[in-house]
């Protein structure tokens, strides 16, 4: 069975504003918090790699059950704002992902849903158009330009046959 109409799965006004609303207050809160780095910048800072990762942990790890040993030259209060700060920021961004991820999916769902409803109309124009049906014949030669060799579903093999 083809896949047509995605569930329905549209918004609503009242969807979107208060879609729009959210991220307006996400976008308020986060304004003073997020670093616009450019590519000389995150080469720079980019490199705590996973490696990296284990040495702060291990750090903190040490500083949390023996505090003699740590150096008095390290801002400890910073350190653990710091670290408290980038575990917040790692799960924030992971459930931002995951919504991004599920956005991107219904999206590409919504795009297929259009072209295959552009594709059954295109169909139409050309059965319209060749009863000689007024106004088919230009809609069939505007739509085929997006259609190089023809009809988009003709396979490669069927076009070179």
Do not use: C
């Not at 400890?76 to 961004?93: C, G, K, M, P, S």
């Not at 069939?140 to 093999?157: A, C, H, I, M, Y």
């Amino acid at each position: 069975m083809p896949f047509t109409n995605f569930d329905s799965r549209h918004f609503a006004a009242a969807d979107k504003t208060a879609v729009n609303t959210a991220l307006a207050t996400l976008e308020t809160a986060l304004a003073n918090k997020v670093a616009n780095l450019d590519a000389a910048e995150r080469q720079q800072y980019g490199s705590v790699n996973e490696q990296n990762k284990l040495i702060i942990n291990k750090v903190k790890d040490y500083r949390d059950s023996q505090p003699t040993l740590s150096s008095p030259d390290v801002d400890w209060v910073e350190f653990a704002n710091d670290h408290d700060t980038r575990n917040y920021l790692q799960t924030t961004i992971q459930r931002l992902q995951s919504l991004i991820d599920g956005l991107s999916g219904a999206k590409i769902l919504h795009d297929y849903d259009n072209y295959q409803a552009s594709l059954t109309d295109y169909d139409y124009a050309k059965y319209k158009s060749a009863t000689q049906a007024t106004g088919y014949n230009t809609k069939v030669n505007e739509l085929s330009q997006f259609f190089t060799g023809g009809d988009p579903r003709t396979s490669k093999k069927e076009k070179e046959a």
